[in-house]
């Protein structure tokens, strides 16, 4: 794990420490059952911002409601693709309020992440509780900057998975090893999910099946360029890029109904596609008219390993050019 600049390691033991009183007296806490299943294609939202680069919470919601026209399963918000560190509290919770909101009455099931960029415990409760609050249907936590101790770790999401009822995920990355999800997994109730992208994620999820009896929930990240892998060695989820997250959904859904090879199919299109324009490109979505012209976003930063040598547009409508003549006929939103 790397460590961030300003991060006081004293303090982050020091808000795990009536944490840890609590945890030395076993207690059950059981997971809340999700109104939405946790499975499927789970996007990472974009923080789209207007000229004066300010959040766009308009476009936020437009985001969400692209993925409900699109058949898409879920979206995770805000996480590394978008930008979260860049945001403040108030954005922060504004713009869950935002998602959360333009969800309701859906089937497309809300993620809210929920760590500091300091490691700061109360900060990530704050935004837990508040995701409960609203109705949320997990809580997804990338590992605290600067905390490598794997007891640290351990102890910081069993405060964690204790401050709501809410389903968590772990992301991980960097070298958060098999054996701590394993642990994890054996100690904290509510975690039963987790996004990998540590190491090779196609080799660990064997393992991490198999030591967790099949029960906790793989889901994929770096871009989810090995899709039918991930569905053949059992992941059951998958955060691309809401760019193409109907299309995605698509190639889930035909695999899932044993159309293996309508599966391939589609996401072979995703490919193709993804040699013309990079999905992590914000006029993608101002192509498919869910964001204004002029939109950026805070970050939106590449699949891990993507091909630079590719020819890539950057035009909105080169891009929709693109769409209307090889993707028309697939495009759910």
């Known amino acids: 794990m790397t460590g961030v600049s300003g991060f006081d390691r004293r303090q982050f033991l020091g808000a795990l420490s009536l944490g840890a009183a609590a945890l030395a007296v076993p ?11 946790l499975a499927g294609v789970f996007p990472i939202g ?9 959040v766009d919470f308009d476009g936020l919601a437009a985001q969400v ?21 860049t945001l403040t509290e108030e954005e922060r919770m504004r713009g869950a309020e935002t998602i959360i909101s333009a969800a309701r009455g859906g089937t497309t099931a809300i993620v809210i992440g929920v760590q500091s960029r300091t490691g700061d415990f109360k900060e990530t409760g704050r935004y837990a509780k508040q995701a409960e609050k609203l109705g949320a249907d997990a809580i997804i936590c990338i590992a605290p900057p600067g905390v490598t ?8 999401y069993q405060r964690l998975g204790k401050a709501t009822s809410l389903p968590l995920f772990a992301q991980t990355g960097g070298d958060f090893g098999v054996d701590l999800i394993v642990e994890m997994f054996n100690t904290i109730p509510t975690f039963r999910y987790v996004k990998d992208e540590a190491g090779d994620p ?10 967790t009896n099949g029960q906790l929930n793989c889901f994929s990240g770096k871009g989810v360029a090995t899709m039918i892998t991930e569905m053949e060695r059992g992941f059951v989820g998958h955060c691309p890029f809401v760019s193409l997250a109907d299309l995605y959904a698509s190639a889930y859904d035909s695999y899932h109904a044993g159309k293996v090879r309508d599966a391939f199919d589609q996401f072979g299109r995703i490919e193709a596609a993804s040699s ?7 006029d993608v ?30 035009n909105p409508d080169e891009i929709r050019r693109d769409l209307d003549t090889y993707l028309k006929p697939y495009l759910r939103a």
């Open 27 to 37: 207690h059950l806490i059981h997971a809340q059952t999700a109104t939405k299943r």
């Open 46 to 54: 974009f923080t789209p911002v207007n000229v004066q680069n300010e």
């Open 65 to 85: 409601q692209f993925c409900r026209r699109g058949g898409v399963h879920g979206l995770a918000w805000p996480q590394i693709a978008s930008g979260w560190t």
């Open 149 to 156: 101790a794997v007891s640290e770790l351990l102890l910081y």
């Open 202 to 211: 196609l080799e660990r999820v064997t393992e991490i099946r198999r030591r």
């Open 276 to 282: 013309m324009f990079a999905q992590s490109d914000v």
């Open 285 to 314: 979505l101002i192509a498919r008219r869910v964001f204004r012209p002029g939109t950026t976003t805070r970050i939106a930063p590449p699949a891990p390993g993507a091909d630079s040598s590719r020819r890539k547009v950057t």
